[in-house]
């Protein structure tokens, strides 16, 4: 896919992490394009639903997985020929996921020094030991998701003072 297809899909992500921030949660958005569409979109939730596993990342493959599945008798929600474009490089978690949903493609802006499971610290979608590996583009308008981020995170630094 070309960079302006990328950057399109990026910055609907980008719209979830806005979502996030304005809810008070760690902004980090996705969506799941399949078939030329959306066919999911989430930001972070785990401040909302107190729950450390509602990442962007996990409810969008999930809805993801749900639509593409609907009406499909034995259709077991795999995600064959779906990309995904989240604003931060996803975890050990979501990359674990990403490998079990079947993605084709991880599009992602930012680099998770801490915990990006996809480059940073592992490369889980790349690893051949495993049944699935997926393409991976990094970078996509990855200023804009880092600015989102750091904004978020010094403001949240200021409230703790």
Known sequence: MSDSVHEHYMREALKQAKLAFDKGEAPVGAVVIWKNRIVGRAHNQMETLKDPT??????ALTQ??????????????SLEGATLYVTLEPCSMCA????????????????????G????????????RLNHTLNVVSGILEQDARLILQEFFRNLRKEKR
Request: hydrophobic fraction near 35%.
């Open 54 to 59: 509602a990442h962007a990342e996990m409810i």
């Open 64 to 77: 993801a997985s749900e639509t593409v599945s609907q009406g499909k008798e034995g259709h077991r929600g």
């Open 96 to 115: 674990g996921a990403l490998v079990l949903t079947k993605c084709k493609t991880l599009v992602y802006g930012a680099k998770d020094p801490k915990a």
């Open 117 to 128: 499971a996809c480059e940073s610290l592992y490369r889980i979608p790349e690893d051949d």
